[in-house]
């Protein structure tokens, strides 16, 4: 059982940063990849980007690309979303997620323990 709690979120004006935490508990983080998902009101749940288990391999979707940074730091139990260059329609509900089979999955039900989520509202 691996129990994740997702920090960080809130309000910033466009082109604003914000940096996302993600702790974990109950299992040793290294035996997981992690994801980060998000979902807008009235939308389904978008993937962001994901990151091996050693941290050497990072995927991002597109719409963050080259302004989205994932990171981990297994001796902590924590994964960072470093979000810059932040626009309006990044505004959503911000959730980390673990897998303990795929190397670096995308898709929302190949995760195993899901955070409560952070909301992150991004003003034009």
């Known amino acids: 059982q691996v129990q994740l709690v997702e920090s960080g979120g809130g309000l910033v004006q466009a082109g604003g940063s914000l940096r996302l935490s993600c702790a974990a508990s109950?299992?040793?983080?290294?035996?997981?990849?992690m994801g980060w998902f998000r979902q807008a009101p009235g939308k389904g749940r978008e993937f962001v980007g994901v990151i091996s288990r050693n941290g050497a391999n990072v995927q991002y979707a597109g719409s963050v690309k080259g302004r989205f940074t994932i990171s981990r730091d297994n001796a902590k139990n924590t994964v960072s979303l470093q979000m810059n260059s932040l626009k309006p329609e990044d505004t959503a509900v911000y959730y980390c997620?673990?897998?303990?089979?795929?190397?670096?999955?995308?898709?929302?039900?190949?995760?195993?323990?899901w955070g409560q989520g952070t909301q992150v509202t991004v003003s034009s």
């Open positions: 997620a673990a897998d303990g089979t795929s190397w670096l999955p995308t898709m929302a039900r190949e995760y195993d323990y």
């Open positions: 109950g299992d040793i983080l290294r035996n997981y990849a």
